[in-house]
């Protein structure tokens, strides 16, 4: 069951034009909650939901920086990362059947398991 949400996600990954190392991000995030005991069979699609909305919102670019002739680099919002989070709210609602509130209570638990790349992993 695993590896068909990972499928599912990534078909809306190619879809919202999400990077390929956001997708891994979110599955890091989920690995990681899986070896800390938090999924199980009523929370699978809502635990990788809020894992794959916090590596976008971590991994996707939110601005650009932009030189132009004779001035110096300005920092411009990228117009991208809405479609992105457009996108990726509209499959979690009406593909998965998850309700934003849910999604957004499920992100912060995500965020606050979520340990630095060099911590080791392990089951308590």
Do not use: M
Request: glycine share 2%; charged share 25%; with cysteine.
């Amino acid at each position: 069951k695993i590896r068909s949400l990972k499928q599912q996600a990534l078909v809306a990954c190619v879809r919202a034009r999400i990077e390929i190392s956001t997708l891994a991000l979110a599955c890091i995030y989920f690995e990681r909650l899986c070896l800390d005991c938090r999924v199980d069979k009523s929370n699978r699609r809502l635990s990788f939901a809020a894992c794959l909305l916090l590596a976008a919102k971590v991994n996707e670019s939110n601005s650009k920086i932009v030189y132009d002739r004779g001035t110096e680099a300005k920092i411009k919002p990228n117009k991208r990362s809405g479609k992105i989070f457009e996108s990726l709210v509209v499959f979690f609602t009406h593909d998965w059947s998850l309700s934003l509130r849910q999604l957004y209570v499920a992100e912060w638990v995500v965020f606050t398991v979520s340990r630095s790349p060099f911590e080791s992993l392990s089951c308590h």
